[in-house]
């Protein structure tokens, strides 16, 4: 089987380069790489797709689902139409030959679309957090703190007991979550080119049977939220899927930038979102380490913010996980082979990324 350099050969060329920038990278060079990757090429992705696809009004991903199922469909009539020469030379040359082509287009557009975002240093890195130890006194004293503030945002919002019903605006809420997240990024050197779209994602319930609330897809350079979920958790995981579109990888890096930069805004439904998500990371620790007092707590919680749980575990209980347990493998796998040593544990994060934020100059007050 001949190879050319031509233009239909991009995929295994992509793929080969791919690979030899990898090897770089493994034998110390992945702060150049990540350097020269982030500033120069994800940069130029960022501003070319944000002000081209980026301002359609739909989803990229239709039509790259379109596009697939269509090949696909191209592809297995070729076979069918081929199926008594397809173990013969020249056709099945030609067939591994589209294979690779197609695995190496792949595999080289999701590392130079976004992934090499994964050789950026850490937070801890980035904001010179400082090493500290938790301990259960802390923990409690946190929470009791989040709680107080959750509680006065929830009843500027409604003194109701009743579950929020808050009409938002999708373009509204997106352009306010992306200004603040700009500049909490830029407050901390980030290039932050661009204006990362955060989309709807239909039918309800696509993501969250997969046990995702959101996902970024590099593909189409957007992140995706799924709307089956309760509108209160909407800001928190729309923070977090802007976060990846500026080049985080780290779930839980993610996590603590979604907090902060709710935290960060003026409205206070968005502050809500954020503060209640915070909380029940928190509450989930001191049930592990103390069920008793997390029963008491619970018990004696605002009648509105238990309302809002309430209807948070409602919503999500409308679409069961597939296969939940298989899901948790292959992500976890994903995400170590990617340098997330915490695999999924990494969500948790979040809580001793926030301590730590809080001892540096970096820290804001959010009362």
Known sequence: MKFNFKIKNIGIIGGLVTILI?????IGYSEQIY????????????????????????PVIYILFFLVVFFSAKGIKNLICHRHTIFKGNFLQSFVFKLLNFIGFVISAFYFLWAFNYYGPSIE????????TIDSVQLMSEFRHITDIMTHERNILSQDSAELNQKIKWA???????????????????????????????PEGLLLRISTAGVYIPF???????PGMNPIQWPFTMAH??????????????????LLTC?????????YSGLLSYWRYLYHDIKSLNPSSAKKIFINIDPGVLADLTAIRRDMNRFP??????????????????????????YNEIILQVLKWKETSYAFSFK
């Open 263 to 271: 935290l960060k805004s003026k409205d206070h439904f968005i502050r």
């Open 172 to 202: 509204s809420l997106e352009n306010e979550i992306r200004q603040v997240q700009t500049e909490l990024l830029t407050n901390w050197g980030d290039d932050v080119s661009g204006r990362v779209r955060i989309r709807p994602l239909y």
């Open 22 to 26: 990898h090897s770089f990278a493994n």
């Open 125 to 132: 890195k980035k904001l010179n957090l400082p090493s500290i």
């Open 35 to 58: 350097y020269v990757y982030h500033h120069f090429i994800f940069s130029f992705v960022r501003i070319f797709y944000d002000f081209t696809f980026g301002l359609l009004p739909f």
């Open 220 to 226: 189409v350079c957007e992140g995706h939220i799924d």
């Open 321 to 346: 996980d597939i296969l939940p347990e298989f899901r948790a493998k292959v992500y976890d796998s994903y995400l170590k082979s990617h340098g997330v040593k915490q695999g999924l544990r990494s």
């Open 241 to 258: 899927e802007m976060a990846h579109g500026y080049g985080y990888t780290d779930e839980g890096v993610c996590n603590f930038i979604g």
